[in-house]
């Protein structure tokens, strides 16, 4: 985590350069999907509509899923295995996580 830290905060620094501004360039292509991190859907099925339905996401990091947990302003926590619920607006479920960031209702 503390290496997300880092390359946040030297992200955040930059360079600031003195001559003038140059003109916006094309947009580049849609990047590939990154491979270190992967998003898990809680209750597996259930499509995300606005403004009624809010399915909650795990991260996927080396093996090991964490989440946000809303309680006392939020923060990550992992997830470890064992059975869970959710109460998300608009899909509620149970669901089991299993080893290697499986999730089964």
Not at 33 to 53: K, R
Not at 55 to 71: F, K, M, R, T
């Amino acid at each position: 985590m503390k290496k997300l830290v880092v390359l946040s905060l030297l992200a955040a620094v930059g360079c600031q350069g003195q001559g003038p501004q140059g003109i916006q360039g094309d947009a580049g292509p849609r990047g590939a999907d990154g491979t270190q991190i992967t998003i898990v859907q809680f209750c597996p099925g259930v499509t995300p509509t606005y403004p009624t339905t809010f399915p909650e996401v795990g991260l996927c990091i080396d093996n090991q899923l964490y989440a946000v947990y809303s309680a006392n302003n939020g923060f990550l926590v992992l997830v470890t295995p064992g059975r869970y619920s959710s109460n998300a607006i608009g899909s509620s479920c149970s669901f089991t996580v299993l080893p290697n960031c499986v999730v089964n209702q």
